[in-house]
T-cell receptor, first 113, second 115 residues
Framework: AQSVSQHNHHVILSEAASLELGCNYSYGGTVNLFWYVQYPGQHLQLLLK??????LVKGIKGFEAEFIKSKFSFNLRKPSVQWSDTAEYFC???????????FGSGTKLNVKP | EAGVTQFPSHSVIEKGQTVTLRCDPI?????LYWYRRVMGKEIKFLLH????????ESGMPNNRFLAERTGGTYSTLKVQPAELEDSGVYFC?????????????FGPGTRLLVL
């Protein structure tokens, strides 16, 4: 079975700091990769997604993620975080032949103003 | 365009009672998924409908859980009888597949607490 690991469970940053959240998955075949965000009191929203092509994917609100196939990773980055980025971030993976998502356990990001 | 909606937003019930959760997907989305997050752990897949048919129910915990999607529109997830370990947040998602690509859009979730 697939699994997704998010190594950072809780991250605290000051505004303007750079962010990198790790995501690793275990599946040797073709995968589709996603990052979702859940702001306090809101529902899960799609930040960005990768299906194929350029492994560097740009999403909303200045986020980007890089797919490194050899490392089975899809890390999320943002050069300068804002207080409004305080949220929980989820990495999700599905294999090309299966619809269901496998999620990581989530990373809570707290940005201090 | 309306997003995925779920009802109720919260439910508190006693062990042994029955609860029914409802999900209304985005109009036109054939795929409907149920997921669950227990106690801050990872969000886990429960099952997948394509229209009114169950495509994959490998994540359903046991036979106390029953999901339906009559007519291929909204879906219900019934837990009967509820146990303490059923507490968690139940998410619904819907999607359509275009050119081999599929993105799932999530509802706000139903927070279930079984006492």
């Amino acid at each position: 079975a697939q699994s997704v690991s998010q190594h950072n469970h809780h991250v605290i940053l000051s505004e303007a700091a750079s962010l990198e959240l790790g995501c690793n998955y275990s599946y040797g075949g073709t995968v589709n990769l996603f990052w979702y965000v859940q702001y306090p009191g809101q529902h899960l929203q799609l930040l960005l997604k990768y299906f194929s092509g350029d492994p560097l994917v740009k999403g909303i609100k200045g986020f980007e993620a890089e797919f490194i196939k050899s490392k089975f990773s899809f890390n999320l980055r943002k050069p300068s975080v804002q207080w409004s980025d305080t949220a929980e971030y989820f990495c999700a993976v599905n294999a090309d032949n299966f619809n269901k998502f496998y999620f990581g356990s989530g990373t809570k990001l707290n940005v201090k103003p | 365009e309306a997003g995925v909606t779920q009802f109720p937003s919260h439910s508190v019930i006693e062990k042994g009672q029955t609860v029914t959760l409802r999900c209304d997907p985005i109009s036109g989305h054939d795929n409907l998924y149920w997921y669950r997050r227990v106690m801050g752990k990872e969000i886990k897949f429960l099952l997948h409908f394509v229209k009114e048919s169950k495509q994959d129910e490998s994540g359903m915990p046991n036979n106390r859980f029953l999901a339906e999607r009559t007519g291929g529109t909204y879906s219900t997830l019934k837990v009967q009888p509820a146990e303490l370990e059923d507490s968690g947040v139940y998410f619904c998602a819907s999607s359509y597949r275009l050119a081999g690509e599929e993105t799932q859009y999530f509802g706000p979730g139903t927070r279930l607490l079984v006492l």
